[in-house]
Each structure stands twice: as C-alpha cells, then as structure tokens.
DNA sequence: AATATAAGGTGTATTTATTACACTAAGTAA
DNA sequence: TTACTTAGTGTAATAAATACACCTTATATT
C-alpha cells in the first residue's frame, strides 16, 4: 500500500451495511476493493457524495453502482469522523443499513469498476475490513439489534412466506441469544401482525411446518396505538 | 441578506442542541449569529469543523466558543445533508445534543465574536430559526423524548438534590404529557436507583418535600442486568 | 408395514409490571 | 384559627413475561 496517492482536503463518503438472511445465516454485503487505497480488500460498499447529490440519495446511488442493487431503502445509523480514518485525506463517512430480503438471490453484479465484485458474507465469518470498516459493521450490528426489539425489522429479512420457526431463528441470530419456542409463538401470534397461510412448506425432509405473512395493515395500527402511550 | 458572499465547495459543520430545564420549563440553548449568512438570527450554535479535528472533538470546540460551555458530553444524533441547506455552499452537518445542569446557570457568553450572544430559550417559545435548525432540533427534541423511556436522561437536567415532583414534571415536560403521580412514584422508587436524603426543599410557602439525590452506582448495576434479557 | 428420525406444535401456573383511582397529612401565610 | 397548597400514600384488576415438557406429524429407512 506504498504506493503515491493524491491527497484531497474535505470530502463527504457514504459506506453502507446491508443486511441478508440466507441459508440460516445472516450476512452482509462486501465488496472488493479495485482501487487503492485498499486495492483488493474487502470493504463495505462506500463511495464519495457527489456536490449536487443529497447524503440520502447518495447513498442509493452508491450502492447501486457497486452492488447493482437498486431502490434499496436505506436509514442513517452514524456518522464517522475521525481525523485519520482515511489514508488520503479528511473524510467523513455518514453510515447507512439496510435489511433486503435475499430469496436465493445470489452473487451481485457491480455496476462501476471501482468493486471488482460484491458478495453476500456471514457476519459471524467476516475478513479483515478497510478503513474503520469494522467499527462501523460493529455499530450497524448493534443498531439492528437493537431495533428490532420494538420494530418488526426481521419481517424484511426473510421471504415473503415463512415459519415461525425460521422467524424465531432470525431472531435469535440477531439478538445472539436463544429464545424459548412456546413463549416466543405467544408473543409473536399476541401481537396480531402475522396471517397464517393455508399452506406448507415444502421441500423438507420431516413435518412441513405452516406458513405465515407478515400483516402490514395491522402491524401500522399497533405502531399507532404503541405511539399513544397511557397514563 | 442579499450580501455578495464567498462561495465555498464542501465542508462539514456542527450543530449542537444543548436541554436545560430550569423554572419548571425545558430550554435549549440559542445563539444571535453576528455573520453572514443569517446575521442576526437565531440559531443553534454551530460551526465549521478543521482539518485536523475529530467531530467530536470539534463539537467540544464549537460549543465552547459560542457559549463558553466547557467539557460538556455530547452524543451525536443525526446528520443533515440536504444540498440547499446553505445558501453559500455545500454543508453536511452533523448534530449533538447535550443535556446539562442548569443550577441558575444564566445567560452565556459567547469567546468568539461569531456569535452575539447565547440564551436560554424555552422550546415551547422559540423563534424562527436560521438554516434547516427547526428540523434539527425537532429531531434533537425526538430524540430525547425517545430516550427517556430507556435511560434516566432526566437526572442530568435536574439539581443534584431534587424532590419527586420536580423529577415527574421533567418526565412530564419531555413526553409532553400528564402522569400520575402515585404510579410514577411507585415505579422510579421500585427501580432502586433513588438516595433518599434526610433533608427537605426550602423556601417554598407550603409543604416542603424530600429531597432526593440520584445513584449513579445502582444505576449502573440495573443497567447491566437489563442488558442481559431473560429468554 | 414397521420403525426411526426430526422438527412441528401446544398449555398452564407463577411472577412481575402496568394501570386506574381519591383522600389525608403537613407546612406556610393570612 | 383558618385557608391554602402541595406532599404523600395503597389496593385491586389487568396485562405481560417467564419457566417448563410432551405428544404429533410428515418423511425416510429398513
């Protein structure tokens, strides 16, 4: 990494943690680097803001461009700003995350040559990062997990159909920690946001288990009354 | 202000929200901006951060020229990036908010010239405000309201002694609603996280009320426990 | 056809937290 | 002494969270 790079005074980046559900597993999207500095590392997808483009569709842009991904709904989690965080001058980077659903869809396309590919990664398996990359993994992590106990953020993670088995499974990745069956079904089946199928999976090997859809109708008047407290 | 002003490319700025609660009501802290662009407006204290400074360090900074706050512990909440936010040229901004001990703190004054002066402005009372600084606080504001419900923000505003009345009213003033007041009482007093001193209020003209002091070690204790959930 | 396997699916009792609600006690001021 | 103003207190009802174990059902194997 040696090598002589031009050096800039003051330029906004957006990097952004994208979060996938797949085979059990939950992952984000890396990509490799094809520019220096960190040629050929692995790094979030993150690139520079543009001077006439807004942080937020700045954000979209980039991912698209390196991920192919497109129309991803993103939210900002934190803003990185530390002198040193980049080798060739002052950036500060605004961090954005986001939960899509994966549906066997498998390695991404990028659409700019500056990544060299863009690939689905376990989180629990993750390489050495550029940057602060790790830091702002770490704290995208933390803000999902933290979300998720009071918003049905996991509902955007998996397929359309799914058991309440696989829900609680993404659950527990996410919260890093084992949840009991029976009270988790109450709860989730209490909360009235999910419609049950008539249907089963299929496909496996032992008792196919019921299928469920995640109810946004209802979920929108819960979120109403919840934002009414009483007394 | 139609003044002919430098234009400048890209930088990143710092606006701070600084709460305060002092005779029953919540402030922020409002500076008279002394330059172009918006001279003479109220504003957030807010400015430019260097080259060579962290954004944290550089909100330290900022806040502590334009209103001789020192060493005041902010957290970051929201970055604005719009591209019209300034009227001179790109500005992302990066917004802290503070919470702080009023204790009869009275009006501020400012070490650079930059701004005219600083005051206390009660946020049911404010003017019009220079810049996106509505949407900033609005969301600062959120954010603590947010807050409140999962951290005792509420012991940072008040006096180191404080009576149950002042403390519910606080609660009161941030959720922007009416509590009642036995269970509120019986839900802090069970938290455990309450000194009860063996000294009263003074000077007021009926029943003076014990005072109470808040228990940053228990405190610390409880929080370590709800951090592990049950499963 | 019988059996093994693997996950699906279910209920109850206990504890804890939340809510609703109204009167007496104590100190100060006139 | 009286009037005023805030301090301070308890209980019953309801709702939410927790702990805990076995039978059922579909598939695969012999």
């Given at each position: 990494m040696k090598t002589t790079l031009p050096k800039f005074d003051s330029v906004f980046s957006i990097d952004c943690v994208i979060f996938g559900f797949d085979e059990g597993e939950l992952k984000i999207l890396l990509i490799e680097r094809n520019e220096e500095p960190f040629k050929d590392w692995w790094a979030l997808p993150g690139y520079i803001v543009e001077q006439d483009e807004s942080i937020d569709n700045a954000a979209e842009r980039i991912l698209y461009e390196l991920t192919?991904?497109?129309g991803i709904y993103m939210d900002q989690f934190y803003t990185f700003g530390d002198?040193?965080?980049?080798?060739q001058g002052r950036v500060i980077t605004v961090a954005y995350y986001a939960m899509i659903r994966?549906?066997?869809?498998k390695d991404l396309k990028p659409v700019?040559?500056?990544?060299s590919k863009a690939v689905w990664t376990p989180v629990n398996d993750l390489p050495k990062l550029a940057f602060d990359h790790e830091k702002i993994f770490t704290r995208g992590f933390e803000k999902i997990r933290n979300k998720i106990s009071y918003q049905p953020i996991a509902f955007e993670l998996l397929p359309e159909k799914f058991t309440l088995t696989q829900l609680q499974h993404l659950y527990e990745v996410i919260l890093t920690k084992k949840l009991d069956k029976r009270n988790f079904r109450k709860k989730m089946l209490n909360y009235g946001i999910l419609k049950e199928l008539d249907e089963k999976q299929k496909g496996v090997s032992y008792r196919a288990a019921k299928l469920y859809k995640f109810d946004r109708r209802k979920y929108a008047k819960l979120f109403q009354k919840e934002l009414t407290f009483g007394k």
């Open positions: 192919g991904l497109r002198v040193n965080r980049h080798p994966l549906n066997g869809t700019s040559n500056y990544a």
